[in-house]
């Protein structure tokens, strides 16, 4: 019986990872176990919760103040003791984080096959994201077979000179998270998101925003928050709702910026199925992150994002994501297009999704059901 350990510590990994590990426990044939490292914490249970997971073995490593040397450092340390009980056959990692990286080099050790899930994104640029792109990169010298999303993605790794028969295009499983999620979100009686249909301003048009990118930190988001009080200050008819991420270099330019203005509400992070309603009622929406890049076009939402380079290009040549960077006037360019000119924005948000149909947990399983190693 072929043992799996699926291994992952963030909200995003974990969102990402949730429907593969539910498509293997279905899978009798197989023994799966999953390993947090809690890299994240609170935000990483919000989702283990909703997706009804329960990790078979949690590092819980989150500490206040933490830096990569030692955050890298203690998931390989800790894991040892994982990989000598279990013995895991494969071990799946997902993407770009710190714990995608570190667990790869642990699994290697322990002469376990690597599986990344979400290979071959690329910017080529190891300081954007940072330290995003070098995970990655690490990560894909050391894995045996690369689950990659996309065509594109398949074509980054054999440019590389991996393998070509050890790549598996089979879409971005964060489509077959989104599609789960958004029916359950339906019949959810959640207070938080009744609380978020009380702040919605229905007559409004609504854009969401979200940012928390390392490189944007400093006057890059001071642009940000100037770019969406203009926004709001000269679209009376449009209401911008803002997560804000915990950090302190993100908060404080955020709320002395946009604090006083009444048609921005700031309000703290959210939960996986709260976050998606929002996505869901949203007009358009502004961010840095990957994964929203990722959804938001399933559900016919137009996205600006503010990053100068993506490792996901096929959206931007789709026509689903805009690239802004954080510059200030292109933000606001670019944003009230999409609020005035309806025929632009009819045609951005009928765009196919170039990330997936729903079924690459299915792909991911099925292959490796088939190996014969």
Request: charged share 25%.
């Amino acid at each position: 019986m072929k043992k799996n350990l699926i291994i992952f510590g963030t909200r995003p990994e974990a969102i990402k990872m949730a429907p593969l590990v539910k498509e293997f426990l279905r899978n009798d044939q197989m023994s799966t176990k999953v390993c947090v490292t809690a890299q994240h914490r609170e935000m990483l249970d919000q989702v283990l919760d909703f997706f009804e997971i329960k990790p078979d073995y949690d590092l819980n490593l989150m500490r206040p103040n933490q830096n990569l040397y030692t955050l890298t450092a203690t998931i390989i340390t800790e894991l040892k003791a994982v990989l000598e009980d279990f013995k895991p056959d494969y071990v799946y990692v997902h993407g770009d984080t710190t714990t995608t990286m570190a667990a790869s080099i642990a699994a290697f050790y322990s002469g376990a096959k690597v599986c990344h899930i979400e290979a071959g994104l690329r910017t080529q640029n190891k300081w954007s994201p940072f330290p995003e792109e070098m995970n990655r990169q690490v990560t894909g010298r050391i894995t045996d077979f690369h689950f990659a999303p996309t065509k594109t993605a398949k074509e980054n790794l054999l440019k590389e000179n991996v393998i070509e028969d050890q790549v598996l295009v089979t879409g971005n499983t964060v489509i077959d998270a989104l599609l789960f999620s958004t029916e359950k979100v339906k019949d959810l009686n959640n207070k938080k998101i009744n609380r978020l249909k009380e702040m919605v301003d229905t007559d409004k048009k609504l854009i969401l925003v979200t940012g928390h990118r390392r490189e944007n930190h400093g006057q890059g988001f001071i642009n940000i928050c100037e770019a969406l009080k203009e926004i709001a200050v000269t679209k009376p008819d449009v209401q911008i709702i803002y997560p804000v991420h915990l950090n302190p270099k993100i908060q404080k330019p955020v709320y002395d910026l946009l604090s006083d203005i009444s048609n921005i509400k700031l309000i703290d992070p959210l939960a996986y199925p709260e976050f998606i309603w929002l996505m869901n009622q949203s007009y358009m929406i502004i961010t840095d992150s990957g994964g929203v890049q990722e959804e938001a076009p399933s559900l016919g939402k137009p996205v600006l994002v503010m990053r100068d380079t993506t490792e996901r290009p096929e959206a931007v040549e789709a026509g689903t994501v805009i690239l802004v960077g954080t510059d200030k006037e292109k933000i606001i360019q670019e944003t009230r297009s999409l609020l005035e000119d309806e025929e632009r924005y009819k045609s951005m948000s009928e765009l196919h999704n170039p990330y997936g149909d729903g079924k690459a947990c299915q792909r991911i399983v099925e292959y490796i059901k088939e190996l014969r190693e």
